[in-house]
């Protein structure tokens, strides 16, 4: 291929990648350098490096590994299911579809969903198991976190198991492997790509959550992504804010590294 | 076709989907079912009424905003889909896989920075290049922060398609641009809709980062509730959701079934 | 690839068809013309009518935008890129936008409504002479309780919330001013206390509060209230009025150890285009009988003297919302504190927060 083609395909995404990623990197590593009365200083790194901050990063590390479990152990068997239906790509939309109704009234209406008085504690009742305190649980949180990025996931796994051709299935079965080998040992080695994909697009994500935060979990819960909305919006501490965000871009990349998936492939000629 | 096994488990397997299913519509059910409700509230279900539907269509800002949320929705995403697919070609002629590596690694930064830090970082950089905040800056921003989308849904496909394909369309006299058209779009077309879908997901659902870039009385779905929501959600918010869930919902049906009449449904035809 | 363009086509036909539609519905609503006005004020925060009102006597077309923290509404301003004529920032903030040359000096002989502020809410330190701001609304920081979920327990005091009862029963509002104000307010400290000991026993003894705090929420605080969701919230005492128009089995207070008296004034923002226009809603604003039903239709207290005399009497006459001036007295304006202090208080509050783990 001539490096003239190349180059034509390369101008505007260079030029979005120059003015929409790069510009904006540089001005929050730039405003990362300035303390809140716009002095320069290196100070809110040495901040981030406190106590509270370390334990915010831990709890962001922990509820989104849980909630990058949970999206998987749903989104994986629902996926599979999906590419065994008739209009797989109708129901794969359906999938979609829920994600364009606004997050803040869907997490309204988990409020009444979920509040004591609520659809869900109403049933609870009738089973006998009596009203529970749902709303600004840590269940919840991880609950509706999952319920918003479960798409995220279904789709790269769909996708994958949709790559992978059947009759593998097939010939492990007749090879007299169980469905739990066939599954261990075949179908999830061939998607690994997949929920490799799907776990980047749900985990890096949930570190940053915010706004449900608050509305579910009624601040019960502290994200990475809850302080960099502070800083920016409340405190107007935006050296802080940036801080925080330089160092999830660095966490975002080591992740992207770790568990690079980029498929070996000959490069033409 | 392995039809043995899939009736074996299919009672079983479809309960699990129908699970799955009311899980991810229950709240939208549960605002339709409360934007009939006479009450006045999301509690207390006193009574049916068409009079938040009325209220919809009596408010003309809110319908305007509407249109503009659509707009911005359709235009981003085409937008982008087009720049992002130029991307993915882009990624994909790159021959060092550093550079591969380093592109990939620019283009996920909007993926996963916080929408707050999006938005923040797009009101300075267009306040210093000196676009007027409204209708622009918001569908640059939407544009901006859906390309990287697209690509990660394109990419996939562009990949598993083998090289030797295109130096087999080559060998046979194709010319450049025949290779890209006849060749390679139609192959990576199921991601180039993946990747618009997404994309459209993207822009309805962004509340943050048009938040900070919108000015001027321009205003979008997200935003406009997010600032009613000050005074609790009014139910013809509800009615409007409704009304817009019903109106994508027989969309997206109808388009599939047009589509699948007319071709084979999109995705399926790239299995061999 | 023919379907593809085909799509694409499609959804640029379309899109250009909604922006016709967007077109047709302004121009059929009048908004085309300059003839305008952009008013940027809390969602929510004036009765509709009013600007229909407005727009019918002055010929002027209003755009409303909102926000919904004076952060984000500072951030908007200094950053240019917009024209907001007219903005409803609260006190702390107006003095901030002075110190960063944010607003236009007030003409007073273009305000003869001026006159129906009761003096009390005039002249105050946030803004000396009113030469920025002109009063719109104010208000307390309170409790809000329900004696019916607490056997008929009457709340009184900030201290009362460390009772053991109210275990896993309070609701706070997301704001560290609010939050850490009263913590300082029940060792009965001042709201706008600097000094760092009086701080860190102020954490201290909130964090011991912990077990009684079901959730820190935002607005939707006022719904979770109404529905019984927790029986005791501290909230702002226009969000109060309004949960107690909902559920009345709710009651305020506004607790003896004293608390935060806030204003909402009208200011220009130095980004304004239309000033005739700016001075003319004002104006339009001040007059007993619209400040009245602006203040029906919103719920919070108004600084108009002379609307307060055409209200009824069970609204005006409610010391809950109206406290008389003795009890005025003892409570404290926010002063703006600095941007370094301030962010000591978003600190603190974070690691109130975070003790909840």
Same mark, same amino acid.
């Given at each position: 291929?001539?490096?003239?083609?190349?180059?034509?395909?390369?101008?505007?995404?260079?030029?979005?990648?120059?003015?929409?990623?790069?510009?904006?990197?540089?001005?929050?590593?730039?405003?990362?350098?300035?303390?809140?009365?716009?002095?320069?200083?290196?100070?809110?790194?040495?901040?981030?490096?406190?106590?509270?901050?370390?334990?915010?990063?831990?709890?962001?590390?922990?509820?989104?590994?849980?909630?990058?479990?949970?999206?998987?152990?749903?989104?994986?068997?629902?996926?599979?299911?999906?590419?065994?239906?008739?209009?797989?790509?109708?129901?794969?939309?359906?999938?979609?579809?829920?994600?364009?109704?606004?997050?803040?009234?869907?997490?309204?209406?988990?409020?009444?969903?979920?509040?004591?008085?609520?659809?869900?504690? &109403? &049933?609870?009742?009738?089973?006998?198991?009596?009203?529970?305190?749902?709303?600004?649980?840590?269940?919840?949180?991880?609950?509706?976190?999952?319920?918003?990025?479960?798409?995220?996931?279904?789709?790269?796994?769909?996708?994958?198991?949709?790559?992978?051709?059947?009759?593998?299935?097939?010939?492990?079965?007749?090879?007299?492997?169980?469905?739990?080998?066939?599954?261990?040992?075949?179908?999830?080695?061939?998607?690994?790509?997949?929920?490799?994909?799907?776990?980047?697009?749900?985990?890096?994500?949930?570190?940053?959550?915010?706004?449900?935060?608050?509305?579910?979990?009624?601040?019960?819960?502290?994200t990475l992504g809850t302080a960099i909305e502070q800083h920016f919006l409340v405190t107007q501490d935006w050296g802080m804010g940036a801080t925080i965000a330089v160092f999830l871009v660095v966490i975002m990349a080591l992740i992207m590294v770790l568990t690079g998936n980029r498929p070996k492939r000959e490069v033409s000629r | 076709m392995a039809s043995q096994r899939i009736s074996r488990g299919w009672k079983w397997s479809n309960l699990y989907l129908i699970a799955v299913f009311v899980v991810l519509y229950a709240p939208i059910f549960f605002l339709t079912l409360y934007s009939f409700n006479s009450g006045g509230a999301m509690h207390d279900f006193e009574g049916f009424t068409l009079e938040w539907y009325k209220e919809v269509f009596a408010d003309t800002r809110l319908l305007i905003i509407v249109l503009n949320t659509l707009v911005i929705a359709l235009l981003s995403s085409a937008l982008s889909t087009i720049l992002g697919v130029l991307g993915a070609l882009a990624i994909q002629h790159v021959r060092r896989r550093r550079t591969q590596n380093m592109l990939l690694a620019f283009n996920n930064v909007l993926i996963v920075s916080p929408d707050v830090i999006i938005g923040a970082s797009f009101l300075i950089l267009f306040t210093i290049i000196g676009i007027k905040l409204g209708f622009v800056s918001v569908l640059l921003a939407h544009i901006a922060f859906s390309v990287p989308i697209v690509v990660i849904m394109v990419l996939p496909k562009l990949e598993e398609m083998s090289s030797t394909w295109i130096d087999a369309a080559r060998d046979l006299g194709a010319s450049r641009s025949d290779v890209l058209t006849k060749v390679i779009l139609p192959y990576i077309r199921p991601g180039i809709f993946a990747g618009f879908f997404m994309a459209l997901t993207y822009s309805l659902d962004d509340f943050a980062v048009t938040f900070f870039v919108t000015g001027n009385g321009y205003s979008t779905l997200a935003v406009e509730i997010y600032s009613r929501a000050r005074q609790g959600i009014s139910l013809s918010i509800n009615a409007l959701s409704t009304l817009i869930f019903l109106f994508t919902i027989i969309l997206v049906i109808g388009y599939y079934f047009i589509n699948q009449r007319g071709n084979r449904p999109p995705g399926t035809e790239v299995q061999q | 690839?023919?379907?593809?363009?085909?799509?694409?086509?499609?959804?640029?036909?379309?899109?250009?068809?909604?922006?016709?539609?967007?077109?047709?519905?302004?121009?059929?609503?009048?908004?085309?013309?300059? +003839?305008?006005?952009?008013?940027? +004020?809390?969602?929510?925060?004036?009765?509709?009518?009013?600007?229909?009102?407005?727009?019918?006597?002055?010929?002027?077309?209003?755009?409303?935008?909102?926000?919904?923290? +004076?952060?984000?509404m500072m951030t908007k301003i200094e950053q240019g890129g917009t024209t907001f004529d007219v903005s409803v920032p609260s006190e702390y903030a107006i003095s901030k936008m002075k110190e960063e040359n944010l607003l236009l000096p007030i003409d007073h002989n273009k305000l003869p409504n001026l006159a129906h502020i009761d003096e009390r809410f005039l002249n105050l330190s946030f803004d000396p002479n009113n030469e920025y701001s002109i009063p719109y609304f104010w208000g307390t920081v309170g409790i809000v309780y329900n004696p019916s979920m607490l056997d008929g327990w009457q709340i009184k005091s900030w201290n009362d919330l460390w009772d053991p009862r109210l275990r896993n029963q309070i609701l706070l509002v997301d704001g560290a001013r609010e939050v850490i104000g009263f913590g300082l307010n029940s060792l009965h400290y001042s709201l706008n206390d600097t000094e760092e000991a009086h701080l860190q026993e102020a954490k201290n003894k909130l964090s011991t509060l912990t077990p009684n705090v079901k959730a820190i929420v935002g607005d939707e605080i006022k719904m979770l209230l109404a529905n019984e969701e927790a029986a005791v919230g501290v909230v702002w005492s226009g969000d109060a009025s309004e949960i107690m128009g909902e559920n009345e089995n709710l009651d305020y207070v506004v607790p003896e150890e004293g608390s935060n008296l806030w204003f909402d004034n009208m200011v220009i923002p130095k980004t304004a285009r239309n000033i005739e226009g700016a001075y003319k809603f004002m104006n339009f604003m001040l007059d007993p009988e619209h400040a009245a039903q602006n203040a029906e239709y919103v719920g919070y207290s108004t600084p108009n003297k002379d609307a307060l005399a055409i209200l009824p009497e069970d609204i005006s006459g409610d010391e809950r919302f109206y406290p008389v001036p003795e009890l005025t007295e003892k409570l404290e304006v926010y002063r703006n504190l600095g941007k370094r202090m301030l962010a000591h208080y978003n600190e603190l509050f974070l690691e109130f927060k975070m003790h909840r783990k």
């Open positions: 291929m001539s490096v003239k083609s190349r180059n034509l395909y390369l101008i505007p995404y260079a030029a979005w990648i120059v003015l929409f990623v790069v510009a904006p990197i540089a001005l929050i590593v730039y405003y990362s350098l300035f303390d809140i009365e716009g002095k320069f200083t290196f100070s809110n790194y040495s901040d981030f490096f406190t106590p509270v901050y370390m334990r915010m990063t831990l709890s962001s590390f922990w509820y989104a590994f849980l909630i990058t479990a949970f999206s998987l152990l749903i989104a994986y068997p629902a996926a599979y299911l999906l590419t065994r239906t008739k209009h797989k790509q109708l129901w794969l939309l359906l999938i979609i579809l829920p994600s364009w109704i606004n997050l803040l009234l869907k997490a309204y209406a988990f409020l009444g969903l979920f509040g004591t008085y609520g659809i869900v504690n &109403a &049933a609870l009742e009738t089973f006998g198991i009596g009203r529970q305190q749902i709303l600004f649980t840590d269940f919840s949180f991880v609950f509706v976190s999952v319920y918003i990025f479960i798409p995220f996931m279904i789709l790269p796994v769909f996708n994958a198991l949709e790559k992978m051709n059947p009759s593998l299935i097939d010939a492990s079965r007749d090879l007299g492997a169980s469905a739990w080998t066939t599954f261990r040992r075949v179908v999830f080695p061939l998607t690994i790509n997949g929920v490799k994909a799907g776990c980047q697009a749900v985990f890096i994500p949930a570190l940053s959550l915010f706004m449900i935060t608050r509305l579910i979990a009624g601040n019960r819960v502290i | - | 690839m023919k379907q593809l363009v085909r799509m694409f086509i499609a959804v640029f036909v379309v899109a250009f068809a909604l922006v016709y539609g967007v077109h047709l519905l302004n121009s059929s609503e009048g908004y085309a013309g300059s +003839n305008t006005l952009t008013i940027y +004020n809390w969602g929510d925060y004036i009765d509709p009518d009013l600007i229909t009102e407005f727009e019918k006597e002055s010929g002027l077309k209003v755009i409303y935008q909102t926000f919904d923290s +004076n952060e984000a």
